[in-house]
């Protein structure tokens, strides 16, 4: 079992920042692969961010330049930064986590199912 917490959304104008954090809890003795994940009402969800390997990022089409991932593995952690906010990032962004055991390959990126999400929080860009 995996819990996901995740905190940092909010309101802001177009052109600012935000970062999101997420914190997984598991006894899970392996390892771990997370992604953020957004989604509108009613839109198909979409793959914003994630770790292929150590230190290798992968991001959706719609975030690349202006998003930034980073881990740290050592208290199952994830954050993205976003910079240059658009009104169209306006969604409810969710935290995603998949167990993985040796060779711990979280290779497959955004295209693969992750079994435990987070609450989601809510991230508001207004022009």
């Known amino acids: 079992q995996v819990r996901l917490v995740e905190s940092g959304g909010g309101s802001v104008e177009a052109g600012r920042s935000l970062t999101l954090s997420c914190e997984a809890f598991?006894?899970?003795?392996?390892?771990?692969?997370m992604a953020w994940f957004r989604q509108v009402p009613g839109m198909k969800r979409e793959g914003v961010a994630t770790?292929?390997?150590?230190?290798?990022?992968t991001y959706g089409d719609s975030v690349k330049g202006r998003f930034t991932a980073s881990q740290d593995k050592a208290r199952n952690s994830l954050s993205l930064l976003m910079d240059s906010l658009k009104p169209e990032d306006t969604a409810m962004y969710y935290c995603?986590?998949?167990?993985?055991?040796?060779?711990?390959?979280?290779?497959?990126?955004?295209?693969?199912?992750?079994?435990?999400w987070g609450q989601g929080t809510q991230v508001t860009v207004s022009s």
């Open positions: 995603a986590a998949r167990l993985i055991e040796p060779p711990y390959d979280c290779s497959s990126g955004l295209n693969r199912d992750f079994g435990y």
């Open positions: 598991t006894s899970h003795s392996g390892g771990i692969c």
């Open positions: 770790f292929v390997r150590d230190g290798i990022a």
